[in-house]
């Protein structure tokens, strides 16, 4: 085999060496936060985290969403107080007001 032949063998097997350690660590970066997910869902997430958490996924109407729902259950656990839901909708309004 030609010298040439091979350093561009031994290189494109050093390329697709690292784009597969990449794929691998991307693929258990996600399954990490996948896992994280889930305990907070079973566990619960404080109402300050809620508003945070939404405030910091201000583009992603997914997460939005899911957070809402979280605000609605915290809400209906305790009647009395302030509404998390109403916080979420003050900040929504506060965001389209900023953006006009």
Request: aromatic fraction near 8%.
């Amino acid at each position: 085999m030609s010298p040439f032949v091979s350093n561009v063998t031994s290189l494109f097997s050093g390329d697709l060496a690292t784009i597969s350690a990449t794929i691998r660590s991307t693929g258990r970066d996600i399954l990490i936060a996948d896992i994280d997910l889930a305990h907070q869902e079973a566990e619960g997430i404080a109402p300050a985290e809620i508003v945070t958490r939404y405030v910091a996924a201000r583009d992603d109407y997914r997460i939005q969403v899911w957070l809402r729902e979280l605000a609605a259950e915290a809400d209906a656990a305790q009647p009395f107080g302030p509404r998390l839901v109403d916080e979420l909708d003050t900040l929504d309004a506060l965001n389209l007001f900023a953006a006009a």
